[in-house]
């Protein structure tokens, strides 16, 4: 815990971004790392399970930014509680993060969608069996009943969508259904995801855009679409095919993101 002492100045402006599904890849390119610290190095910290997520709580500079950046995340169906979900966001919290910026890679179900797209989320609908606020309530965080009318922050995605416009990146703005997973959707409920007014449908990221907003903390959140739940373009999809799309994205990402953060 004392790296994460020395590391973490809440009277510094910090940033947290997160490339979750995409491996980090981006955190490692682009931030000048200043510590970088093991999950399991962490007391009481989630470890992850998944191929693909390193597990590492990196510290540097983004350009003239504090950028505090989580390499590898945590999910429902790996078999943590939903507390335990929200544990990261709360520590980054106490070492003094004023906005959160998650990543994920998730399923298209809007037909006008393409694997490839990026999709900025303007909304979410959570279709999990539980709640990180579940429990105890901590005052000091948080109210016991958070208002959710905005759960991405509004000048956040306009600063994105001018970013994505002056580049010349086509972009989506949409509603995510987080699922339990670990399976992928059937057909029907695919069908049923876009019936209840989502555009895509992942994993993850709605626990921990729970958990910043019970603390006041901004969210911005954007997906890259790695595959298709829409009738007549539903195939099968391995792990692999999920990375090597993100991969192919990426670079879009990361343009937006860095601009969007030097804005702040």
Request: charged share 20%; proline share 6%; net charge negative.
């Amino acid at each position: 815990m004392n790296a994460l002492h020395s590391a973490g100045d809440p009277h510094l402006e910090k940033e947290i971004t997160r490339f979750d599904e995409l491996d980090g890849r981006w955190d490692l390119n682009e931030i000048e790392v200043e510590v970088s610290i093991p999950y399991e190095d962490i007391p009481g910290f989630p470890v992850s399970t998944v191929e693909g997520h390193s597990g590492r709580l990196i510290f540097g500079k983004l350009g003239a930014k504090n950028v505090v950046a989580m390499q590898g995340r945590f999910h429902y169906y790996e078999g943590y509680a939903f507390q335990d979900l929200a544990i990261p966001v709360r520590v980054m919290k106490f070492l003094g993060i004023k906005h959160l910026f998650v990543s994920n890679a998730c399923g298209g179900v809007n037909p006008d969608y393409e694997i490839g797209d990026l999709m900025i989320l303007d909304d979410h609908v959570n279709l999990l069996p539980g709640n990180p606020l579940l429990g105890q309530n901590y005052d000091e965080l948080g109210p016991r009943f958070p208002d959710m009318s905005e759960p991405y922050d509004h000048d956040l995605i306009a600063k994105a969508q001018k970013i994505a416009a002056d580049n010349g990146i086509n972009i989506r703005t949409g509603t995510y259904a987080v699922v339990s997973g670990p399976c992928l959707e059937t057909p029907a409920e695919y069908r049923y995801i876009f019936n209840i007014g989502a555009d895509a449908v992942g994993m993850s990221t709605v626990p921990e855009v729970i958990t910043a907003r019970h603390m006041g903390i901004p969210c911005f959140a954007i997906s890259i679409i790695t595959d298709l739940g829409v009738p007549g373009k539903i195939v099968l999809v391995t792990h692999e095919d999920v990375q090597r799309v993100a991969e192919e994205a990426e670079p879009k990402m990361t343009l937006l993101i860095k601009e969007l953060i030097a804005t702040l």
